[in-house]
């Protein structure tokens, strides 16, 4: 199907998976070079609280484009990931089928991220002034509170700030998706980890992915969005089990 003597490496990736590789490397290659675009991409790009003034709806799409520009090691395993994974997919599934699946994937993890910052940024926020002023939680939620019933306009645009400041990007959630994919078409191929000199059947290191991701996300220790992670293999899941039932999982029409 593919020559190997025609075309070098490039043309030996299927055409979804070495467009979206490009497209990400290169807008956080311009990112690196240049920092006052890679604060307006974000801005405008990534992934906003619906609530926040910053949020668009755009933003549910563009998110997955961009990069932190000083983590190499985010944009590189995202893209390595997908180039492993995704290029078997595209091949299996065709172009036009994996391109939906991946976006799918990517749009779900960020109606996730949403919703669980909507349950969630409140109390950070008012963990952090409790933090920041050394009072107890309690009395720094009665007093905002009391600041929101008032409509104090100066707590009112820092809560926005805060809002404003939750931003998510990367291309995980969807490449999560791939990762699951792979998991579905191929559960017993056997896989390498890094640091793990014995091979692991594909399902049972998604699942554990999985399990790891939710526990980080849990924990609430790091800036990663582990939850998002998960929204993608959750959409990505709704898509392939309908995919088993109707006997299309392995190719074939939708």
Known sequence: ?????????????????KNLIIINLLI?????????????VIDYGGLHLFSASGFNPAQLITYMFIHAPKNPAHVLFNMFTLFMFGSTLERVWNSKRFFIYYMICGIGAALVQ?????????HDYISE???????????????????????????LQNIEM????????????????????YAFVFPNQPLYLFFIPVPIKA????????????????GNSDMIAHFAHLG?????????????????LHGGYF
């Open 162 to 181: 805060y809002k404003n400041f939750m931003v998510t990007i990367g291309a995980s959630g969807a490449v999560y998706g791939v990762l699951l994919g």
């Open 129 to 155: 002034i409790s933090r920041q002023n050394l009072i107890t939680y309690d009395n720094a939620k009665a007093l905002i509170d009391s600041a929101i019933a008032a409509g104090d306009s100066g707590w």
């Open 114 to 122: 949403e919703v669980v910052w909507l349950l969630t940024y409140m």
């Open 203 to 218: 399902k049972y290191m998604v699942i554990g992915y999985g399990v790891i991701e939710f526990l980080l996300g849990l």
């Open 232 to 248: 993608g293999m959750l959409f990505g899941l709704v898509i392939l089990l309908y995919w088993k039932k109707k006997g299309t």
């Open 28 to 40: 956080w290659l311009v990112e690196a070079l240049y920092h006052r675009f890679a604060n307006i």
């Open 1 to 17: 199907m593919f020559s190997s003597n025609r075309g070098g490496f490039l043309a030996n990736i299927p055409p979804v998976t």
